[in-house]
C-alpha cells in the first residue's frame, strides 16, 4: 500500500511537470470527486480528439522487452510510439506489476490525456496457481466453491498488475470433438448460466475498485460452441429456437449479473461472422438488453473477416466491425489504421465511435482506474499473494470438489491406507505439467503435484511406480502442442512385471494437458496413443485396476466401463492435482462430483447431450421395424449421462411432491426427500428436471431447471425444495419473445438426468 501511495505522488508530481510539455491529463484524474461516472466519460470524451477516441479502442498484445530498451523498428516500435501518443486503449499479456507499471506509466504520463490502459490477460482457471480446468470445476455444480475460485484467481492475477479476464466462457458445448468444451460449464444451458454468474461473481465481487477484484468477460459472443463438426473457429449454422433458449440465456444471465464486457467470436453465424454481425452486438446485446459494458474482438477477428469472405479488404472488415458494434480491436491493428478515415467518408459514423469509447471510459472508471492508475501494482502485495498458502488451500478445495466418482464396483475405492502394494502406472501420473491444462499462460512448467507425489504422501501402503508408455513424445516446435505416443510400448513390460506383484493398480491415463483448449480439436475420442493397449494389458495380469482419467472433455471408455472397477474422472484439476487425487482415492473427501457433459459410447453419436428434441419416432416400435430413430450399430443411449456421479456412500429418493396451488402465478414448489443410506457422511446433487409435454415451439425431453448440493450424515434424511417460476417454465418463441404456456408439465427428480422419481402437474 505504501508503495502505491507513493508511486501515487511521485505521478502527481510528474503530472505538474509534464502538463507543460503536452500532457493535459490532470482533467482525467482530478475531475472533481462527486460527478457521477457518466459525467466524467462525458468531459473527457468533449476532450478527446478523433485519433486518441479510437486509441481506446484499440488493443495490443504484450512488448517482450517493455522493461528493457525500446525497438527501434518493426511492429514493436510502432506499438511504443501509439503507445505514447494515447493510440492505445489496453494491453493483454503484460503481466507482473513490473511489467505493467512500465506501460501504465507511459499511458499515465506520456500522453496528453493521461487516461489509463486496462490490462487485459487470459485469467481462465487461475493465473500462476491453478485450479482446475472450467469443465472439471462445473462438475462441482457447487456454485459457492466456483464463485470462490474465481475470487482467488482474481486476486492472484490483481496482484500482477491485471485488471480484466476474458473469463468466463459462457459457450454451451455439445460436441466433445471441439477443444474448448474444457474451458466451459458444459452442455447445459440452465447450470452453465449459474456457473458463468458465480464466476462473474467471483472475479468482479461487490466492488470493482478494490486491488483484488477484476472485470469479467463473457465470452465468446455467439454461438462459438457450436462449431461444425467440433473443429474450432468453423461455422455456426443455429436455427432461432436454439440460438433464443440455448446459446443466448447463458450470456442474458452473464449481463443481468453484471459482467462488465463481452468479447465476440471467430466464428460466422448464419452466414455473418460474429464480429461483424450487428444484430448479435447492437441488437441483441446493446438494445435489448441493454448492457453498458464492452465488447472487445476476439484476437485479430476483424481482419479474419476478410478471410471469411465477408469483408473486402481491412479498412472494408474495421468498417464493418465499428458499425456492428465491436467495440474495441484485439491485435488486428484496423481500427488505429483505418477508423479515422472511415469515420472522415462518412462510412462509420462518429456516433458508434463516441459510444464505443464512453463504454471502455466508463469500465476504466467503475475499475478506479482514473482514481489511481498504479492501485493494482504494488510490489510487496504482488510477493505476498502470488503463491500463497491461501490460493494453493482453496485450488485444493476446488480440485477434490470437481472429482467425478463414475464407476466403484464391489467398492474398490476407497483404497485401504495400509498394508497394501499399490502399482501406479501411467505417464501422467507423474506429470507436473499436464495438470495445468493448456491456458496457463503465467504458471510455470512443472509446478503441480503430481498423483505420484499426492499419493507418496500416504506411508502406510509400498507405491511402485511404472510409467509404462508415453503420452507424448516431445513437444513440437510450437511449444504449446505435444505430439502424441502411437507407437512406443517399450515400457509396457516394466508396467506388467510391477502390476503383477500388486494388490491394487492405480492406472492414469488419458489426455495431455495440451491436447484440449484452443485449436485442439479431435476427431477421436478414446485414450490417445498407445494408452487403451497399455490398459488391457495390465488388466490381462491384475484385474483389479483402479483408473483415474485425465481429459478436458467427454472420452469414449466403453471397453474400461465393461471391464475396469473402478473409474475415477479426474480432468485436469491444477496445481494441487495429486493431493485432490490421493485424498479422494483414499476416502479423505468423498467424491460428490456430477458430470456436466454427457460421455458418449461412440463419437458418431456426437453432439449428445442428454435434453435432446424427441423425434416424431422416437422409440422402437416393433421388432422387425427399421423406420424408427436410431443407429443400426450402436444404442442412442450415452455411456454417462449428464448429471451422472457416484459417491462413497449411497443416496435414496423418495415423497415426490408437487404444490401447483400458486399455479395462478405460475409458480411450482417441488419437494423431495434424500435420505444417505450408505455409512458415510457424504454430498449428492438433488436435480430437478421438467419436460413441457406440448408446446407452440417444441421442447427438449427433459430440462435442468433446479438443483441442490445436499449434505447428509449416514441416515439422515432432509426435504429438499425446490421452486419452478415463470423462468423456469417458459421459453423462447421463433420471435424471440418469452413465454410461458399453459398445459402438462412432467417433473424428474434425481442424481442424474436419468432420474429416479416421477410426476406430472397441469398449469
Ligand atoms: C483467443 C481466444 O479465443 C479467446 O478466448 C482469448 O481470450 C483470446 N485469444 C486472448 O488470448
Redesign the pocket.
Known amino acids: 500500500m505504501k508503495l502505491t501511495k507513493y508511486y501515487y505522488l511521485v505521478i502527481a508530481g510528474l503530472l505538474i511537470i509534464s502538463c507543460k510539455n503536452n500532457n493535459e491529463n490532470d482533467l482525467a484524474i482530478n475531475d472533481g470527486e462527486t460527478s457521477s461516472i457518466e459525467d466524467k466519460v462525458s468531459v473527457l470524451l468533449s476532450k478527446m480528439t478523433l485519433e486518441e477516441k479510437i486509441g481506446q479502442m484499440n488493443q495490443y498484445n504484450g512488448f517482450w522487452d517493455v522493461t528493457g530498451p525500446v525497438p527501434e523498428n518493426g511492429d514493436q516500435a510502432k506499438k511504443y510510439d501509439h503507445l505514447r501518443k494515447g493510440y492505445v486503449g489496453s494491453m ?1 499479456n503484460v503481466r507482473g506489476v513490473k511489467e505493467v507499471m512500465a506501460v501504465q506509466k507511459i499511458a499515465v504520463e506520456e500522453t496528453r490525456l493521461g487516461i489509463p490502459l486496462i490490462i487485459g490477460f ?1 485469467v481462465i482457471h487461475g493465473y500462476e496457481t491453478l485450479s482446475p480446468i472450467p469443465i472439471a470445476e462445473s462438475a462441482s455444480w457447487d456454485l459457492e466453491a466456483i464463485k470462490k475460485s474465481a475470487q482467488i484467481a482474481a486476486k492472484e492475477a490483481a496482484a500482477a498488475g491485471i485488471n480484466w479476464t ?1 473469463a468466463p466462457m459462457v459457450d454451451i458445448s455439445r460436441d466433445a470433438r471441439w477443444g474448448r468444451v474444457m474451458e466451459g460449464a458444459g452442455e447445459d444451458t440452465y447450470l452453465g448460466s449459474k456457473i458463468g454468474v458465480a464466476r462473474i461473481k467471483g472475479f468482479q465481487g461487490d466492488d470493482l475498485t478494490t486491488p483484488f477484484s477484476i472485470a469479467a468477460c463473457a ?2 459472443f455467439a454461438a462459438y460452441g457450436f462449431a461444425e463438426a467440433g473443429r474450432d473457429y468453423n461455422t455456426a449454422d443455429i436455427g432461432t429456437s436454439t440460438l433464443n433458449n440455448v446459446i443466448f440465456p447463458p450470456f442474458k444471465a452473464a449481463k443481468e449479473a453484471g459482467v462488465r464486457t463481452f ?1 465476440n467470436s ?1 466464428n460466422e453465424l448464419n452466414g455473418i461472422p460474429a464480429t461483424g454481425d450487428k444484430y448479435l452486438q447492437r441488437d441483441i446485446l446493446k438494445e435489448k438488453w441493454k448492457f453498458d459494458g464492452f465488447v472487445v474482438s ?2 485479430g477477428s476483424i481482419s479474419e473477416m476478410i478471410a471469411h469472405g465477408f469483408a473486402k479488404d481491412g479498412k472494408h472488415a474495421a468498417e464493418l466491425a465499428a458499425n456492428a458494434g465491436s467495440d474495441m480491436d484485439m491485435e488486428s491493428y484496423l481500427y488505429v489504421e483505418e477508423l479515422a478515415g472511415l469515420v472522415n467518408e462518412g462510412k462509420v459514423d462518429i456516433k458508434y465511435i463516441d459510444d464505443a469509447v464512453s463504454r471502455i471510459l466508463r469500465v476504466k472508471f467503475e475499475l478506479g482506474l482514473f482514481d489511481d492508475p498504479y492501485r493494482y501494482l504494488d510490489e510487496a502485495r504482488e510477493k505476498e499473494v502470488i503463491g500463497s498458502q491461501e490460493i494453493h488451500d482453496a485450488a485444493l478445495d476446488m480440485a477434490k470438489k470437481s472429482i467425478v466418482l463414475l464407476k466403484n464396483e464391489n467398492n474398490i475405492l476407497p483404497l485401504k491406507k495400509d498394508g497394501q502394494k499399490i502399482a501406479l502406472i501411467g505417464a501422467l501420473a507423474s506429470d507436473k505439467t499436464s495438470p495445468l491444462g493448456s491456458w496457463r499462460i503465467a504458471a510455470k512448467d512443472s509446478t503441480a503435484v503430481s498423483v505420484l507425489e499426492g499419493l507418496k504422501q500416504y506411508s502406510g501402503n509400498t507405491i511402485t511406480y511404472a510409467k509404462g508408455a508415453d503420452v507424448s513424445i516431445g513437444k513440437t516446435e510450437f511449444a504449446f502442442e505435444v505430439k502424441i505416443n502411437t507407437t512406443d510400448k517399450s515400457e509396457f513390460n516394466q508396467a506388467i512385471k510391477v502390476a503383477k506383484q500388486a494388490d491394487v493398480v492405480v492406472m492414469v491415463l488419458g489426455e495431455h494437458g495440451f491436447q484440449s483448449g ?1 485449436g485442439r480439436s479431435r476427431t477421436e475420442l478414446g485414450l490417445p496413443g498407445v494408452q487403451q493397449e497399455l490398459l488391457e494389458a495390465i488388466y490381462k495380469v491384475n484385474k483389479n485396476i483402479v483408473l483415474v482419467l485425465n481429459n478436458g472433455r467427454p472420452l469414449t471408455i466403453n471397453w474400461a466401463d465393461d471391464n475396469i472397477p473402478a473409474i475415477v474422472e479426474a480432468w485436469q484439476l491444477g496445481t494441487q492435482t495429486g493431493n485432490a487425487v490421493a485424498q479422494v482415492l483414499y476416502g479423505d473427501y468423498n467424491p460428490s462430483g456430477k458430470l456436466p457433459m454427457t460421455f458418449p459410447r461412440h463419437v458418431g453419436q456426437v453432439p449428445i447431450y442428454y435434453n435432446y428434441k424427441s423425434t416424431g419416432r422416437p422409440t422402437l416400435p416393433g421388432e422387425d421395424v427399421v423406420f424408427w430413430s436410431h443407429y443400426q450399430d450402436e444404442e442412442n443411449t450415452p455411456l454417462y449421462t449428464f448429471g451422472h456421479g457416484l459417491s462413497y456412500t449411497t443416496f435414496k429418493y423418495s415423497n415426490l411432491k408437487i404444490d401447483n396451488t400458486f399455479s395462478k402465478n405460475k409458480t411450482v414448489k417441488i419437494s423431495v426427500d434424500l435420505t444417505n443410506t450408505g455409512k458415510r457422511q457424504g454430498k449428492e446433487v438433488v436435480q430437478l428436471y421438467i419436460r413441457d409435454v406440448f408446446a407452440s415451439v417444441t421442447r427438449p425431453v427433459k430440462e435442468l431447471k433446479g438443483f441442490e448440493l445436499v449434505a447428509l450424515n449416514p441416515n439422515e434424511t432432509k426435504t429438499i425444495e425446490l421452486i419452478l417460476s415463470e423462468d423456469e417454465l417458459g421459453f423462447y418463441n421463433n420471435q424471440g419473445a418469452f413465454i410461458v404456456e399453459d398445459g402438462d408439465f412432467e417433473v424428474f427428480v434425481g442424481g442424474s438426468s436419468q432420474t429416479e422419481l416421477a410426476d406430472k402437474f397441469k398449469l
Open positions: 493483454l487470459d476474458f465470452k465468446h468479447m471467430f476476439d484476437w484452443e
